[in-house]
């Protein structure tokens, strides 16, 4: 049979071949989500704290390549909060590596996730990124950088979907601590990861610390980011492919953005 009529059988062995599909399951597209998220931790500077999260997304996403990088000296945490020309040395070193892996990968998606001082060091490295280069998502989970941090200009330009940045006004460690320590930027002041950053950007969703996140083992402090049925709820959706930042705001709408 040649011609018009052939085609709805066409189709027909398509759909019963399993090539058929309706709209799809977020979930369900978990084993094609290919790509490098690249995790860098905080000050102390040791992978313990975020390993139960890198496990959880590695379950959740097999085909990512996941790294958590150490990128001071182990246990050192205000060396390395204030070894500010040193960090942007190794914030170009990494932010070249993802150049190269984009260049390699185009279609590959490109993550780069930063807990406390590693939100600090995941900005550098999104601004060290060459002009021509990009990652997807840039997720900073109670950084200490400054709040006026010149995102728009450094930042943005290097982002495709969008920058989401959890802070709670609960947490000393990057309120009181970067007010008299300083932030990774050198500014003694409040950090990002403690009231938000100062403006509002099309890309940019900032999820504060509400009462709610107790019932999944946050607290407000600055170890509650590591409780892992927080990590499941609030951190995970982030990597779902499909998100954007219209579904995030509808996702956690008690949270601010």
Not at 39 to 68: C, Q, S, W
Request: charge should be neutral.
């Amino acid at each position: 049979m040649n011609g018009p009529a052939a085609i709805p059988l066409v189709a027909l062995a398509i759909c019963l071949s399993g090539g058929c599909q309706g709209p799809r399951d977020p979930i369900a597209g978990r084993s094609e989500l290919r790509g490098k998220v690249l995790v860098l931790p905080g000050v102390i500077n040791t992978r313990l704290h975020l390993t139960g999260f890198a496990k959880m997304l590695g379950e959740t996403y097999p085909a990512l390549d996941i790294e958590t990088r150490t990128w001071g000296i182990p246990l050192l945490s205000l060396h390395n909060l204030r070894a500010y020309e040193q960090n942007l040395r190794t914030a170009r070193t990494l932010a070249g590596e993802l150049a190269t892996y984009r260049r390699e990968h185009p279609q590959a998606a490109i993550h780069l996730v930063g807990y406390s001082g590693g939100g600090g060091m995941a900005v550098f490295v999104a601004a060290a990124l060459p002009d021509d280069v990009t990652i997807n998502r840039l997720i900073l989970v109670a950084p200490a950088i400054s709040p006026d941090f010149p995102l728009e200009t450094q930042v943005f330009p290097h982002v495709r979907d969008y920058v989401v940045n959890f802070a709670s006004s609960r947490d000393a460690q990057i309120g009181w601590g970067t007010r008299n320590f300083g932030t990774m930027d050198r500014k003694n002041t409040t950090s990002a990861g403690y009231g938000g950053f100062e403006f509002v950007h099309p890309k940019l969703v900032q999820i504060h610390w509400t009462e709610a996140m107790i019932r999944d083992g946050h607290y407000g402090n600055h170890l509650s980011y590591l409780a892992l049925r927080w990590q499941r709820k609030y951190l995970l959706p982030l990597f779902d492919p499909q998100m954007d930042v219209g579904d995030l705001k509808e996702l956690f709408p008690a949270d601010g953005d």
